[in-house]
């Protein structure tokens, strides 16, 4: 067989190594901050970029993203973890092109799993990550372990900020927990439901006021989302903004924040494919119950 030229080599080689997908984590510390509208709404505006994109409905206690799409899945984690089904059959397909991961009741479950069930679980994320670009994970409000084990297990953790007291106190309240206690360094930025991008830019400035003076991180401001009444208007349809209006304030500010981040590099970690995350995932829950116990 003839070699293969330099050039031709890399070429095989790089179609060899599994493409990097942008693992992103939507927190918030607060309830009631459109977390959930930004997560499905920025996953649409990445397919429109032409990215395959997923999202994990993360929040195991009052999941939503069914609802405000208006859904039914049949099937959800718990399936999978149970071995009834498989993760490629749980997948839900969304509005726009978006593929859905539904909840599982609870994830507890996670710290009983055996090895082999383990090594399954993350072979499945393994074998499904080369159909995904970017994986997009909603996480519930507040902070409990949940929350904190999927957040550090994003590449990427981006906190949704509004103009009220409690948001910020407790948007920062999470950085804080993260940074001191398990040593996450950058996060992204989000203003949500704010008059216009001037009051966006001064609720970063306050939120960075206080994380400079007391914490050792960085803080990214990706944007802010302008309060709109066409996006209560597709919550009211059970429809995405970005699909019902594609022409009204927030989707275009849903679609810049998507080409933005779009353009940022994917961080480079070990792994750094989906079953990274989960096996990632596994380890912070099982280290939890051995704590415990």
Do not use: W
């Not at 904190?148 to 900020?161: G, L, P, S, T």
């Not at 930025?189 to 306050?206: E, P, T």
């Not at 939120?207 to 991180?217: P, Q, S």
Request: net charge neutral; charged share 20%.
């Amino acid at each position: 067989m003839q070699a293969l030229r330099g050039d031709q080599a890399e070429g095989a080689r790089r179609m060899m190594q599994p493409k990097p997908v942008r693992v992103l984590a939507i927190a918030s510390g607060k309830g009631g901050v459109g977390k959930t509208n930004i997560s499905v709404n920025l996953g649409i505006a990445f397919t429109e970029l032409g990215r395959q994109v997923a999202l994990m409905d993360a929040d195991m206690g009052l999941a939503n993203i069914d609802v405000l799409l208006g859904l039914q899945p049949i099937f959800n984690l718990s399936h999978m973890l149970s071995g009834e089904r498989t993760l490629a059959e749980i997948i839900v397909r969304g509005p726009g092109g978006l593929s859905i991961v539904p909840a599982a009741s609870g994830m507890q479950r996670m710290s009983e799993l055996s090895a082999a069930e383990q090594a399954g679980i993350i072979r499945a994320f393994g074998e499904i990550d080369q159909e995904f670009d970017v994986f997009i994970v909603d996480t519930a409000a507040g902070i409990s372990s949940g929350v904190v084990n999927f957040a550090r297990a994003c590449q990427n953790v981006a906190i949704i900020v509004c103009d009220e007291p409690t948001s910020l106190t407790d948007a920062y309240a999470f950085i804080k927990l993260l940074n001191r206690d398990y040593g996450v360094y950058g996060f992204q930025i989000i203003a949500n439901m704010v008059a216009d991008a001037r009051q966006g830019q001064a609720l970063f400035n306050k939120l960075c006021k206080v994380a400079d003076r007391y914490l050792e991180v960085a803080l990214n401001y990706l944007g802010a989302i302008p309060q709109d009444d066409d996006l209560r208007k597709a919550v009211q349809r059970q429809a995405p903004v970005i699909l019902a209006y594609p022409q009204s304030k927030s989707a275009r500010a849903f679609k810049e924040m998507a080409r933005n981040m779009d353009a940022m590099p994917i961080a480079a970690r070990v792994g750094g494919q989906l079953e990274f995350f989960v096996e990632r995932m596994i380890s912070y829950s099982n280290s939890r119950i051995a704590a415990i116990a």
